[in-house]
């Protein structure tokens, strides 16, 4: 079946509100660790990962940092406007570049109370009292969201350092609490670099200096990549299938050296796990942008990208049935795709790639790359169970049922999973 003819309704269950972590545990790495390998199921804590994971392992991570995105401004009648900062225009050139721009920026945003602000109005903030002022003015309404421009004295400030200051770091919409100070931390991972993020990398939440000095030791080596996390990772699937449904887009960014070491990796027959489902689809990514590289190697930098389908049709996997000759039932051996994909990177004298990822990886979808995933649990009828369920099948059930009817704690907050796949190796 093609994954657009997937019914979201087969992949729902029951959630109740007192499963949903609201607060973090008081140790990161103290939460709660499902495994899944080979259809058995057992328990250990996030301190206790190494292990857990196979020596000479390649774990990837995703290094992006929650900026504090929510704003809240009040007119003088009283009324209160929430702006929640989404992403920059594409004109921008990319998170990076927009994040940096200093004085003033058009951003798409949220707007909690929208009804109260009319086209052209300027809302003030006075920050503290450091002198710090932001004004907001509302230029326009887009499909899914609105256009704000936002200026602010001093101009000499960055985007990223004037929302330190003015905003406060937007937790998910099941947590239903305000921002704390602790979440300034605990919201964002001890490797977070890369301003970005409207929602943490939660898979990522548990690990500590600790483990890393463990994984160390038995051999299993870490690269970063980034994928700056959108608001469009909470949002439910509304459609009754797929096909109906829009993925959103998310920027990414991998250096040259994670690429070699994810194809060293392969090439060594060692397992590459993923930290969290956006590091998961970044590393998947990599391989489509590789087939697509080999099939034009000319094509842009900024025609270089991964759409909702690709990995189900269309030119991508045209490319990939091309490149061996021997039809539907023959692929790209990763390594060959990423050898593709950096010699691309050559060519154009690139050091990092910057580019965009809509892949949505569902049930029917054949892994390339990724061996094993850590991830916490997800809420329901969401792209995010469809990862995991593409993963290790209809296991997904068996797994989200032990984990209700043993407490485990679930969402942003909660404890975790580290899932094989069958065909893996771990």
């Keep these: 079946m093609h994954p657009k003819k997937i019914s979201i309704q087969d992949y729902t269950y029951d959630l109740p509100i007192s499963c949903i972590a609201d607060h973090p545990l008081a140790e990161r790495d103290a939460s709660r660790l499902l495994v899944y390998r080979d259809g058995v199921i057992s328990e250990t804590v996030y301190r206790d990962i190494a292990g857990q994971l196979p020596e000479g392992a390649l774990m990837v991570f995703n290094n992006t940092r929650v900026v504090e995105a929510r704003i809240l401004f009040q007119k003088a009648t009283g009324a209160s406007i929430e702006i929640f900062c989404l992403e920059p225009p594409a004109e921008y050139g990319g998170m990076a570049a927009a994040i940096s721009k200093t004085g003033s920026v058009r951003w798409k945003c949220l707007i909690g109370g929208a009804s109260k602000w009319k086209r052209g109005q300027v809302l003030t903030k006075v920050i503290g009292g450091a002198g710090m002022v932001l004004e907001a ?3 326009e309404k887009l499909t899914d969201s609105f256009l704000v421009e936002l200026s602010w ?10 929302l330190h200051q003015a905003g406060v770091i937007p937790l998910p919409p099941y947590i239903h609490r305000t921002a704390e100070v602790s979440d300034q931390e605990r919201y964002q991972t001890v490797y ?26 038995r051999h299993i080596r870490r690269t970063f990549v980034t994928l700056h996390v959108g608001a469009g990772t909470f949002l439910p699937v509304k459609a009754a299938t797929m ?18 070491e994810v194809r060293h ?41 991964v759409r909702q389908w690709d990995a189900y049709e269309g030119a991508a996997v045209a490319g990939e049935r091309e490149a061996t000759g021997k039809g539907e039932a023959a692929g790209v051996k990763a390594e060959a795709a990423l050898t593709a994909l950096l010699g691309w990177m050559d060519r154009q004298q690139l050091t990092q790639l910057v580019t965009t990822t809509q892949l949505l990886i569902t049930p029917g979808y054949e892994w390339k790359i990724v061996k094993g995933l850590i991830t916490n649990f997800h809420q329901p009828e969401s792209t995010l169970l469809l990862l995991v369920a593409s993963l290790i099948g209809d296991d997904w059930r068996k797994v989200y049922h032990y984990a209700l009817a043993h407490g485990f704690r679930f969402l942003s907050y909660g404890d975790g999973c580290l899932l094989f796949r069958p065909d893996g190796d771990g």
């Excluded at 977070?192 to 030791?217: C, K, M, N, W, Y």
């Excluded at 397992?271 to 590393?283: H, L």
């Design 153 to 162: 004295q001093p101009a000499t400030l960055s985007f990223a350092e004037l």
């Design 265 to 305: 990796t392969l090439a060594g027959g060692r397992p590459v796990i993923a930290v969290g489902t956006t590091s998961a689809r970044t590393v998947e990514s990599l391989f489509w942008l590789g087939v697509l590289a080999a099939r034009q190697p000319d094509v842009a930098p900024e025609q270089l990208m």
């Design 192 to 217: 977070a670099r890369h301003d970005g993020s409207v929602a943490a990398p939660t898979a990522g939440l548990h690990f500590t200096d600790q483990i890393f000095h463990a994984l160390e030791d």
């Design 243 to 260: 096909e109906g449904h829009h993925m959103h887009i998310e920027g990414i960014a991998v250096t040259r050296e994670a690429i070699e």
């Design 137 to 139: 003015r509302y230029i």
